[in-house]
């Protein structure tokens, strides 16, 4: 990566607390990186920009999230995207149409991408490790169960030291308007 650029993903956060439940239980697996990753369903995946290239597509974020409406989420037990891919996952029972939407717009314009595979909501709880650990996943979370809704969506950044650090929340029906620039007048100067 660049020097000038860094890795950014937007994503509906799984809240608490079953998104520390999920993050505790995908390290439990053996995940490396469980504690690196905030639990989440991807809306916009590892992407790299350019630094000076920020503040535009989070005008375009905050257009996504003023035309978004809440809508309800259920997570309910597991499937794996294998041997495709590596992964477990907890499925999106309700919610994903609504998610699948949500990807789109938020990929399009200055974010708009392709993606490796086709879209499938899902929050992921095990990823490129042991064969017996991901069927101990697969297993042990066969049964899990949350209901929320989802109010928007957030911005991630992906640090030096691998880690994903939210930069900013992008609550629906909520547009960010431009600031206009502080007037100053001559009156206050002519006073003296």
Known sequence: MAADSTTIGVSIA?????GRLLQEQRAGFGDPVAHAI???ITLLPPTEVAIPELPRFGLHLS???AQGRSFPMR???TDSFRPLSPVVYVRVADGAPACAALQEAVR????ARELQF???PHVTVAHGIA???M???QAELAHFTASWTANGFALYEQGSDGVWRKLRDYPFGNEERPVLPHQQGVHAASRR
């Open 108 to 111: 399009s314009g200055p974010l």
């Open 118 to 120: 086709p879209y499938h």
């Open 135 to 137: 069927d101990r996943a």
């Open 131 to 133: 064969e017996e650990a």
């Open 75 to 77: 997570l309910d037990g």
């Open 38 to 40: 905030p639990t989440h």
């Open 14 to 18: 799984v809240p608490e607390p079953y």
């Open 63 to 65: 257009r996504v999230a």
